[in-house]
């Protein structure tokens, strides 16, 4: 972690007494978050089954299942200031494809005991009823539509839609919320945010589906609503797909293969990358805890370019926590199968950061020098924080601080 402001500002004493909380807030965080797999389609291979009551047709009010449409309609419109065609084009990928009974609870067949669930098939359930990180929350068997709407935002949606599976690249929230044509708004959800396998035929059932949601719940006569976007709605730039080695669910089947070791930025020539002083790995008089457990690689040098994986490896984990220096903000956590783990920290604090410099997704699978984001000197971003460990990031995190064997010396894994 990083934090030469404050260790400069508050002294050997403050140091201590912010360190000691940040410990505390970072081991609360970790303890609360459960898994993080992704929300992979499955109704290709599972079927679901309703455990509910009959719910009727959900194009006709009345019924529960029309109800329980609208509420998922109105969460992204009212809720988050969706467009009526990008909100149908979500309701449409449900009833076009996952549940049309739009049962809350919703399980899947074939699933284990801790199968898909709910309206957007969080996988595993535990995923949805763990709460999320992101936002601290516990859910508890309460499968509202709203709270179902709070999780996908929190796990995923908020920065943006579409990694560059199958084609659909990475979309702003922004850009998302203004579609006005429904088609659009269906497909890029449906390859962006749902992710079923490459050959899944159910693309037209999802648009007719999302045309009769916009026609019902009159979705011509909501815009969307900038005030509730807020930040979003000025970073409305349509990203790149995070290229050839960017999966979805359906061919995430990379080994995460470790490979050589790289420098995180393309103009670092001869293996001399231009850190020094504190943004070096290790002791450090001028730090809290007296110790870096990483490396930072600052703005002034490599603003506006590309951060590039080091080494090889799954995308398992990314997390917010904290809006300032002193903290995390957007963190990735990516492990190779070497034994290895990396993480990329403090490169986006806000989600308009997020939207322009985060560029990866949970389950994408990397390559030494693919990217995972880029350092924008955006918001209060500064620098990048990369460390590695060969223990698993989440416990890693209880040793912040700490030279205690748990962080390693990654540039001198680097050979050229
Ligand atoms: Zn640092």
């Known amino acids: 972690m990083k934090k030469h402001l404050t260790a400069i500002i508050f002294g050997v004493g403050g140091a201590v007494a912010v360190m000691i909380a940040l410990m505390i807030a970072i081991i609360t965080i970790f303890m609360g978050s459960a898994t993080s797999q992704k929300d992979c389609d499955s109704e290709e291979t599972q079927s679901a089954t309703t455990t509910a009551t009959v719910a009727g047709d959900w194009t006709k009010s009345g019924t529960s299942a029309n109800t329980n449409a609208k509420a998922v309609f109105d969460y992204w419109t009212q809720k988050k200031g969706f467009s009526g065609a990008a909100a149908a084009g979500i309701v449409g990928n449900i009833a076009g494809a996952e549940d049309s009974s739009f049962t809350l609870d919703q399980k899947e067949i074939g699933g284990g005991a801790d199968g898909g669930g709910g309206l957007y098939q969080f996988t595993p359930r535990s995923k949805y009823l763990n709460g999320s990180s992101t936002v601290k929350k516990t859910w508890k068997g309460d499968w509202s539509a709203d709270d179902q709407g709070d999780a996908v935002w929190a796990l995923e949606v908020s920065n943006g839609i579409g990694n560059g599976y199958n084609g659909y690249a990475h979309m702003s929230v922004s850009t998302y919320a203004h579609l006005n044509d429904i088609e659009k708004a269906t497909l890029q959800w449906m390859w962006g945010y749902e992710r079923p396998a490459k050959n899944n035929s159910t693309g037209p059932s999802r648009i007719a589906a999302a045309q009769t949601a916009y026609k019902i719940f009159n979705g011509s006569s909501i815009a969307a609503n900038d005030s509730l976007l807020g930040g979003a709605s000025s970073t409305a730039a349509t990203g790149t797909a995070t290229g050839s080695d960017s999966n979805g669910c359906a061919t995430n089947t990379g080994s995460g293969a470790g490979g050589d070791w790289g420098w995180p930025f393309k103009s670092i020539k001869n293996n001399k990358p231009q850190i020094s002083g504190e943004q070096l790995f290790g002791k450090?008089?001028?730090?809290?805890?007296?110790?870096?457990?990483?490396?930072?690689?600052?703005?002034?040098?490599?603003?506006?370019?590309?951060?590039?994986?080091?080494?090889?490896?799954?995308?398992?984990?990314?997390?917010?926590?904290?809006?300032?220096?002193?903290?995390?903000?957007?963190?990735?956590?990516?492990?190779?199968?070497?034994?290895?783990?990396?993480?990329?920290?403090?490169?986006?604090?806000?989600?308009?950061?997020?939207?322009?410099?985060?560029?990866?997704?949970?389950?994408?699978?990397?390559?030494?020098?693919?990217?995972?984001?880029?350092?924008?000197?955006?918001?209060?971003?500064?620098?990048?924080?990369?460390?590695?460990?060969?223990?698993?990031?989440?416990?890693?995190?209880?040793?912040?601080?700490?030279?205690?064997?748990?962080?390693?010396?990654?540039?001198?894994?680097?050979?050229?």
């Open 284 to 416: 450090s008089s001028s730090r809290q805890g007296g110790f870096h457990d990483g490396v930072d690689f600052g703005t002034v040098p490599y603003g506006g370019q590309d951060i590039l994986a080091i080494h090889g490896g799954t995308v398992y984990k990314i997390g917010h926590q904290g809006h300032t220096q002193n903290d995390l903000g957007y963190y990735v956590f990516v492990k190779s199968d070497d034994g290895y783990y990396e993480v990329y920290q403090e490169f986006a604090f806000e989600q308009s950061d997020a939207d322009q410099n985060l560029k990866v997704k949970e389950g994408d699978t990397l390559k030494t020098g693919d990217r995972v984001g880029t350092l924008n000197q955006v918001g209060d971003v500064s620098h990048v924080h990369i460390g590695v460990s060969k223990t698993e990031l989440s416990k890693a995190q209880n040793s912040a601080f700490k030279d205690d064997g748990t962080w390693i010396d990654w540039t001198k894994l680097v050979k050229k």
